[in-house]
């Protein structure tokens, strides 16, 4: 039986597509939780404020979302091998070491170390990548080096920890939401 159409793969397939047509609030709902979209709206505010392009802090976030409901989607339907799991589990520590640094380098002032942040995130990145390389497009995965390029620019990652930033009130916010996610389990 060389017939290789399988509905899951089908539905599958489908999903992610239909997915691709319509990142928005209301899709991202079903996979990601209040506390997440606020930190979301937040994140949109502060890549608006800071770049002062509306369609590039949309972009951004639409592609966050994207990413994190693919993924979400991918383990719904069990499209990871056990080797994938362990990869993902090391993205999840890894984030959640990204996640506390920033609220770290945030509430103690001169803490901030640019080159540790950015090594973990691009290191977060490479096993983001390693987890999803196989299931998602090429489009997809320039979508988590869109996404990932923005947050290791030097030159916002200075403007963010800097003490007198115009953007402390919104990072607050961020991290409020980024403390709340870790305390409820999100992150």
């Known amino acids: 039986m060389g017939d290789s159409f399988r509905a899951r793969d089908i539905s599958l397939k489908a999903q992610k597509k239909l997915l691709s047509k ?28 800071y770049t002062g392009n509306k369609k590039e802090a949309e972009k951004i976030v639409k592609n966050i979302i994207k990413i994190v409901v693919k993924i979400n989607i991918l383990y719904r339907n069990d499209q990871f091998s056990a080797d994938d799991l362990k990869v993902a589990s090391q993205l999840r520590t890894k984030f959640t070491t990204i996640v ?32 999803v ?25 200075e403007e963010m920890f800097r003490p007198e930033s115009k953007h402390r009130p919104t990072l607050q916010t961020i991290v409020d939401d980024m403390s709340k996610a870790l305390d409820e389990g999100g992150i």
């Open 22 to 49: 319509m990142s928005n609030k209301n899709i991202a709902k079903n996979f990601i939780d209040d506390t997440l979209a606020s930190l979301l709206d937040n994140v949109y505010t502060l890549a608006k404020t």
């Open 133 to 157: 390389g196989n299931h998602l497009t090429d489009k997809s995965l320039g979508r988590i080096d869109h996404v990932l390029d923005f947050f290791t620019d030097p030159a916002f990652l």
């Open 100 to 131: 506390k640094t920033i609220i770290s380098f945030f509430e103690v002032q001169f803490t901030f170390d640019k080159v540790f942040l950015t090594k973990n995130v691009n290191e977060c990145r490479e096993l983001l990548k390693g987890l």
